[in-house]
């Protein structure tokens, strides 16, 4: 049997498709745990709509979708848990897969799925050279993944063994990149089982991405300092993949960001990543605290060609 956490927030146009993709499930044996975040809306009412006994809705006041995942977590009474965004949906045979990939893979603990975006009437799926080829199971090394495109796992396409949620949990008051910054701890130790079909579909929504907008200080550094950390942890191997990664990854987020620091915080950012980037993205976070926005863009666009 499988937990399903859902956290829960001002999702009221979509949060009954939602549910309604988990109840139509051709597996059938779960339970759900729906954790609303104090939301505005009629998010609940909508929720408890369907009548289902498996389906348990706990409400509490806004502290971020890190605590509301945590307290599904700690609500959850099965061996794994799946986290489902409450505006995302599965495919009806979404569980059916994972349970057969956990029992062709009984020693692996990360299972993760493949998953498509949607945007207005688009549809396009995540596709990946290092991935097993379409129709199939295999494992994949996180690190070498992102190393070259986007993450294999997001918040809505991942069943974990819950044990390694007990060492493991969603950094609380982190707004953005919160899962990420999850999976790279757990993926530090544990490859990824992944189930190579369109399984999970997740909302595009580009006034309301968090990519889109800054990335708030205090999250930025965390999200370094566990870089650094897990760095310290991998192979040779997998920490040049990680590299390539961050290298391409914070230089671009700050980018998206810095405008919303101050001074003294930039500084101490620009102080931080000396130790950690290559000298090509020490130059654009130098350039972006020196220069003019007009100026870095034109040397950022050099660089990243």
Same mark, same amino acid.
């Given at each position: 049997?499988?937990s399903?956490?859902?956290?829960?927030?001002?999702?009221?146009?979509?949060?009954?498709?939602?549910?309604?993709?988990?109840?139509?499930?051709?597996?059938q044996s779960?339970?759900?745990?729906?954790?609303?975040?104090?939301s505005?809306?009629?998010?609940?009412?909508v929720?408890?709509k369907?009548?289902d006994?498996?389906?348990?809705?706990i409400?509490?006041?806004?502290?971020?979708?890190?605590?509301?995942?945590?307290? !599904?977590?700690?609500?959850?009474? =099965?061996?794994?848990?799946?986290? +489902?965004?409450?505006?995302?949906?599965?495919?009806?045979?979404?569980?059916?897969?994972?349970?057969?990939?956990?029992?062709?893979?009984?020693?692996?603990?990360?299972?993760?799925?493949?998953?498509?975006?949607?945007f207005?009437?688009?549809?396009?799926?995540?596709?990946?050279?290092? +991935?097993?080829?379409?129709g199939?199971v !295999?494992?994949?090394?996180?690190?070498q993944?992102?190393?070259?495109?986007?993450?294999p796992?997001?918040?809505?396409?991942?069943?974990?063994?819950?044990? +390694?949620?007990?060492e493991?949990?969603?950094?609380?008051g982190?707004?953005?990149?919160?899962?990420?910054?999850?999976?790279?701890?757990?993926?530090?130790?544990h490859?990824?089982? =992944?189930?190579?079909?369109?399984?999970?579909?997740?909302?595009k929504?580009?006034?309301?991405?968090?990519?889109?907008?800054? =990335?708030?200080?205090?999250?930025?550094?965390? @999200?370094?300092?566990?870089?650094?950390?897990?760095?310290?942890?991998?192979?040779?191997?997998?920490?040049?993949?990680?590299?390539?990664? @961050?290298?391409?990854f914070?230089?671009?987020? @700050?980018?998206?960001?810095?405008?919303?620091?101050?001074e003294?915080?930039?500084k101490e950012?620009?102080? @931080?990543c000396?130790?950690?980037?290559s000298?090509?993205?020490?130059?654009?976070?130098?350039?972006?605290?020196?220069?003019?926005?007009?100026?870095?863009?034109?040397?950022?666009?050099?660089?990243k060609?």
């Open positions: 049997m499988i399903i956490v859902i956290p829960l927030y001002n999702k009221e146009p979509y949060v009954l498709e939602t549910l309604q993709s988990v109840v139509n499930q051709t597996f779960f339970e759900v745990i729906v954790v609303d975040d104090g505005t809306d009629n998010s609940v009412a929720a408890k369907i009548n006994p498996r389906i348990c809705i409400e509490r006041e806004n502290e971020g979708v890190s605590v509301a995942r945590n307290v !599904g977590i700690e609500h959850a009474r =099965f061996d794994w848990v799946a986290f +489902l965004d409450a505006d995302d949906w599965w495919a009806s045979n979404f569980l059916e897969a994972f349970v057969k990939a956990l029992n062709d893979f009984p020693e692996e603990k990360i299972f993760a799925g493949g998953r498509s975006r949607v207005k009437n688009e549809t396009e799926r995540y596709a990946h050279p290092y +991935l097993p080829k379409d199939s !295999g494992k994949v090394n996180y690190f993944v992102i190393s070259k495109y986007l993450p796992i997001n918040s809505s396409n991942v069943v974990m063994a819950k044990s +390694l949620l007990k493991h949990r969603f950094r609380p982190m707004k953005q990149h919160e899962d990420h910054d999850l999976w790279i701890r757990i993926c530090a130790q490859e990824v089982v =992944f189930i190579n079909e369109p399984l999970s579909f997740y909302r929504d580009l006034q309301n991405s968090g990519s889109a907008s800054g =990335f708030s200080f205090t999250d930025f550094l965390n @999200y370094l300092k566990d870089i650094k950390t897990v760095s310290e942890i991998l192979s040779s191997e997998e920490k040049n993949f990680f590299k390539r990664y @961050y290298n391409r914070v230089p671009i987020r @700050y980018f998206q960001s810095y405008y919303q620091y101050s003294t915080q930039r950012f620009y102080t @931080y000396k130790g950690l980037l000298k090509k993205s020490i130059c654009i976070v130098r350039g972006l605290n020196i220069f003019s926005f007009v100026n870095v863009y034109s040397i950022f666009k050099k660089l060609g």
